[in-house]
């Protein structure tokens, strides 16, 4: 790198010298592509993160000097890794989180995107670092009950922040796309999509639940910004606050009962549910109360297992990503989903 | 043949966690080595109950078939009879027990589909992979990042 606005560049831990080189090399220019009066920029303290399954996380101090004077930020940089397990568009999570900014959803301000990589090697998003940490079992962690309910009490109420989104108003129609057919139709059909794309063997088990979801589907009673992977382990909190929902390359527009099903997923109990005090019934109630709509057991039951299978399929392509050797963690065929999507499908019935 | 397949993988895992993973300080190698470790892990238990696994398979995959017969398609029953014709293959020979399974499997997948199956043979369908799912023996083993868990996403 040798444009003359850059100052300094420190790499830090994480990630091969080279990759961090060209993290920082890339980044200059993605700035100054943003700011052309932009000078003396300097990136320090870059730290890629040991969390994030589907990108590169990478953190760091940015500043630079421009006709307004001299500008400091904490930034994360989310970048594409080489292997994935969600096949998503850095531009459509780009006008997102741009649309929250104007909600009362705390999110992270996005600052810059570079859409195909021209400045970073892979698509980009640059955004604010929020203030918190983020802990997947939050809700079943160390903190006293009280503390823990009304964190769960929070996460439903960001819940249903995110669904109260005048997606029409900010114009995420358009970008994101408004579901034609039933949003579970429509869902199940981009999966099915992504479950044939990435399968390398045949999985009867499934095709079998593809073929019961296909036939039950269920309408929705209104079309609403879905998160897509709604979980404590994509929010960051601090003290008793949660500061920013963050992770949103899932988002789109779909049936309110989607992230609902996937908080009352009996799979993930352990990360959504407090046993005896916020499991699946309290968690309805205090949906239905918030949100006054009244909930289906049998649809939110299809939401529950569309989860199971949409996690299969997760993890189906990050086994297709690592005998391809474009990723670095090694998953199997979920066989632990099997036994849950069957027995919720039998009780359906 | 000492040391045996099993005492390798069991000396690799070894070696990894005492001797290179206390010198990863970067926490995202860490998080994949610790990764590659519990599959390591999981794999010397694992391995020896592959044969045994598909041979089981293949037969009950096989018999699974047979029991949906009446509500499958004639071209798909007539790959099922051909599937059956065919000779078992060795059962030391890992690659053609593998390379039956996926073609069984492949029959089940289409099977399973079918419109005109009974609620009987659904509720067979369903024992059999409630059955066949706990006996896979490779399976995800899920880890978590060892060094500042706290803020891992971060």
């Known amino acids: 790198m040798t444009h003359p606005a850059i100052a300094s560049g420190t790499p830090a831990d994480g990630g091969s010298d080279a990759l961090v080189l060209k993290v920082l090399d890339g980044l200059k220019k993605l700035i100054f592509h943003e700011i052309p009066s932009a000078r003396d920029i300097s990136l320090e303290r870059l730290s890629r993160s040991a969390g994030g399954l589907s990108r590169?996380?990478?953190?760091?101090?940015?500043?630079?000097?421009?006709?307004?004077?001299?500008?400091?930020?904490?930034?994360?940089?989310?970048?594409?890794?080489?292997?994935?397990?969600?096949?998503?568009?850095?531009?459509?999570?780009?006008?997102?989180?741009?649309?929250?900014?104007?909600?009362?959803?705390?999110?992270p301000v996005v600052h810059w995107i570079d859409p195909d990589g021209r400045f970073l090697g892979a698509p980009s998003l640059v955004m604010a670092l929020m203030p918190g940490s983020c802990d997947y079992m939050v809700l079943n962690g160390s903190r006293p009950l009280p503390e823990r309910l009304a964190l769960a009490h929070d996460f439903l109420q960001l819940l249903v922040s995110i669904q109260v989104v005048d997606w029409r108003g900010q114009g995420l129609g358009e970008s994101l796309g408004v579901p034609e057919d039933s949003p579970a139709k429509t869902e199940l059909g981009y999966w099915e999509a992504e479950y044939r794309r990435v399968r390398l063997e045949p999985h009867p088990e499934l095709d079998y639940v593809l073929a019961w979801l296909g036939r039950t589907a269920p309408q929705a009673e209104a079309i609403v910004l879905v998160h897509g992977d709604f979980k404590p382990g994509n929010a960051l909190i601090e003290g008793k606050n949660i500061t920013a929902k963050l992770d949103w390359e899932t988002a789109h527009l779909g049936d309110p009962l989607e992230d609902l099903g996937w908080i009352t997923n009996p799979v993930r109990k352990r990360e959504h549910q407090i046993p005896g005090h916020w499991e699946r019934?309290?968690?309805?109630?205090?949906?239905?109360?918030?949100?006054?709509r009244k909930i289906c057991e049998a649809d939110l039951t299809w939401w529950n297992v569309f989860s199971c299978w949409k996690l299969a399929v997760i993890q189906l392509t990050a086994v297709g990503e690592f005998v391809a050797g474009r990723y670095n963690r090694v998953f199997h065929t979920p066989s632990w989903l099997f036994r849950p999507m069957l027995q919720m499908m039998e009780r359906a019935e | 043949m000492r040391p045996t397949v099993e005492e390798q993988l069991h000396g690799t895992c070894r070696i990894l966690e005492s001797v290179v993973a206390?010198?990863?300080?970067?926490?995202?190698?860490?998080?994949?080595?610790?990764?590659?470790?519990?599959?390591?892990?999981?794999?010397?238990?694992?391995?020896?109950?592959?044969?045994?696994?598909?041979?089981?398979?293949?037969?009950?995959?096989?018999?699974?078939?047979?029991?949906?017969?009446?509500?499958?398609?004639s071209e798909l029953d007539a790959r099922i009879n051909q599937a059956m014709a065919a000779s078992e293959p060795d059962v030391a020979d890992g690659p053609a027990q593998e390379e039956r399974n996926q073609l069984l499997r492949e029959l089940l997948?289409?099977?399973?589909?079918?419109?005109?199956?009974?609620?009987?043979?659904?509720?067979?369908?369903?024992?059999y992979m409630v059955n066949r799912a706990s006996r896979v023996p490779m399976r995800y083993v899920p880890t978590v990042a060892s060094v500042n868990s706290s803020t891992a996403k971060r």
């Open chain 1, 56 to 107: 590169e996380n990478w953190s760091l101090d940015a500043s630079w000097t421009d006709a307004n004077g001299r500008h400091a930020h904490r930034l994360m940089l989310m970048r594409d890794a080489a292997g994935t397990l969600l096949n998503t568009e850095r531009k459509r999570e780009f006008e997102v989180l741009k649309a929250l900014e104007r909600s009362a959803v705390a999110a």
């Open chain 1, 281 to 292: 019934q309290q968690i309805i109630e205090a949906y239905s109360k918030l949100t006054g």
């Open chain 2, 22 to 73: 206390p010198c990863v300080a970067d926490p995202f190698a860490r998080t994949i080595l610790d990764n590659l470790i519990a599959n390591l892990r999981m794999m010397t238990a694992a391995l020896p109950k592959v044969a045994g696994f598909l041979r089981y398979d293949n037969d009950a995959t096989l018999r699974q078939l047979l029991a949906l017969r009446e509500a499958l398609p």
């Open chain 2, 109 to 127: 997948a289409a099977a399973v589909c079918s419109p005109a199956l009974t609620p009987d043979m659904r509720h067979s369908i369903q024992n």
